[in-house]
């Protein structure tokens, strides 16, 4: 790589998320890693495993713990999983006052040691947070984002081909609207490769998914007892991240800030959008039913409603 400089990954939160995103990282060699972390001792201890894993990897990335925004210098990606996790009986929204501090703190770290980072929040309630991110750094709202849209269509894919029997890989199905109980699975949108859903599923099989799927982030909660969803949300969090870094035009569902487009203005929430080089590059509008609308517009008042509490 004479004359350039590999690729610099900040990882802000080292809890299990932060944690799979470093080995992930590392082992795709999509450059060197920083993962960080106000608790001493446990970014340096994840570190160093996974250093200790990128001879077998034949990866020549490298990795550091530390618990220094500092260390984050001239960062060209930062993925912020920071935050408590979601606890059997919680909801995302119960997180809203202690995440929004934590995000705080970790915003301004981000503004001033990795000010052309292009950001991708993962935290809970995940469209109030990525909205604070925003806010504390002042960053282009095209370089800050949230990951939500990815997961959520995935588990969405993944209960379809269950109940199918196909390939998740075959299957499209957008989400849309804010990260919580009424976000929108579009059953217009979903198709197995390039056929309508209706054709493999009956109406009433596709409603029950739909629900599971608003539901499917308590439902690994109440599995676990101790924690919530971390392989899942890290891939989706490193989909998102390798379209920036590599510059793949990726049309990919998250939370991106909206101008008008579906009838709304000033919000970040979840809708397709093309992530390349330069960011969130375009917001992607899809026609919706009239149903879907409706179902659209009460997500977004349920954002807003969450916004409004965060603090100042």
Same mark, same amino acid.
């Given at each position: 790589m004479?004359?350039?400089r590999?690729k610099k990954?900040a990882l802000?939160g080292?809890?299990?998320?932060?944690?799979?995103?470093?080995?992930?990282?590392?082992?795709?060699?999509?450059?060197?890693v920083?993962?960080?972390?106000?608790v001493?001792?446990?970014?340096?201890?994840?570190?160093?495993?996974?250093?200790?894993?990128?001879p077998?990897?034949k990866?020549?990335?490298?990795?550091?713990?530390?618990?220094?925004?500092?260390?984050?210098?001239?960062?060209?990606i930062v993925?912020?999983?920071?935050?408590?996790?979601?606890k059997?009986?919680?909801?995302?929204?119960?997180?809203l006052?202690t995440?929004a501090?934590?995000?705080?703190s970790?915003a301004?770290?981000?503004?001033?040691?990795?000010?052309k980072?292009?950001?991708?929040?993962v935290?809970?309630?995940?469209?109030?947070?990525?909205?604070?991110?925003?806010?504390v750094?002042?960053?282009?709202?095209?370089?800050?984002?949230?990951?939500a849209?990815?997961l959520?269509?995935?588990?969405?894919?993944?209960?379809?081909?269950?109940?199918?029997?196909?390939?998740?890989?075959?299957i499209?199905?957008?989400?849309?609207?804010?990260?919580?109980?009424?976000?929108?699975?579009?059953?217009?949108?979903t198709v197995?490769?390039g056929?309508?859903?209706?054709?493999?599923v009956?109406?009433?099989?596709?409603?029950?998914?739909?629900k599971?799927?608003?539901?499917?982030g308590?439902?690994?909660?109440?599995?676990?007892?101790?924690?919530?969803?971390?392989?899942?949300?890290?891939?989706?969090?490193?989909?998102m991240?390798?379209a920036?870094l590599?510059d793949?035009?990726?049309?990919?569902?998250?939370?991106?800030?909206?101008?008008?487009?579906?009838?709304?203005?000033?919000?970040?929430?979840?809708?397709?959008? $093309? $992530?390349?080089?330069k960011g $969130?590059?375009?917001?992607?509008?899809?026609?919706?039913?009239?149903?879907?609308? $409706?179902?659209?517009?009460?997500?977004?008042d349920?954002v807003?409603?969450?916004?409004?509490?965060?603090?100042?």
């Amino acid at each position: 790589m004479s004359g350039s400089r590999r690729k610099k990954i900040a990882l802000i939160g080292a809890g299990n998320i932060g944690g799979t995103l470093a080995f992930l990282a590392v082992a795709r060699q999509l450059g060197d890693v920083v993962l960080f972390d106000v608790v001493e001792g446990m970014p340096q201890g994840k570190a160093l495993d996974i250093s200790h894993a990128a001879p077998v990897l034949k990866s020549s990335v490298s990795i550091i713990g530390t618990n220094s925004y500092s260390n984050i210098q001239d960062s060209d990606i930062v993925i912020v999983t920071a935050g408590l996790p979601r606890k059997p009986g919680m909801s995302r929204n119960d997180l809203l006052e202690t995440n929004a501090n934590i995000i705080k703190s970790v915003a301004e770290g981000i503004k001033t040691y990795a000010p052309k980072a292009f950001v991708i929040v993962v935290s809970n309630p995940l469209d109030a947070m990525v909205t604070m991110c925003q806010r504390v750094t002042g960053f282009s709202h095209k370089m800050v984002v949230g990951m939500a849209g990815v997961l959520d269509s995935a588990r969405y894919r993944a209960f379809l081909a269950e109940e199918i029997g196909v390939s998740p890989v075959d299957i499209i199905a957008p989400v849309l609207g804010g990260h919580g109980d009424d976000m929108v699975p579009l059953r217009s949108a979903t198709v197995v490769q390039g056929f309508p859903v209706s054709k493999f599923v009956s109406d009433e099989k596709i409603e029950a998914i739909q629900k599971r799927v608003r539901g499917a982030g308590g439902e690994v909660v109440s599995l676990l007892k101790t924690g919530s969803a971390f392989y899942s949300p890290a891939v989706s969090a490193m989909e998102m991240a390798e379209a920036y870094l590599f510059d793949q035009k990726r049309v990919l569902p998250c939370a991106a800030y909206l101008s008008g487009e579906y009838g709304l203005k000033d919000i970040y929430i979840g809708v397709p959008a $093309i $992530i390349g080089g330069k960011g $969130i590059e375009k917001i992607i509008q899809l026609e919706l039913t009239e149903e879907e609308k $409706i179902a659209l517009h009460k997500s977004a008042d349920g954002v807003r409603e969450l916004v409004a509490l965060l603090p100042k």
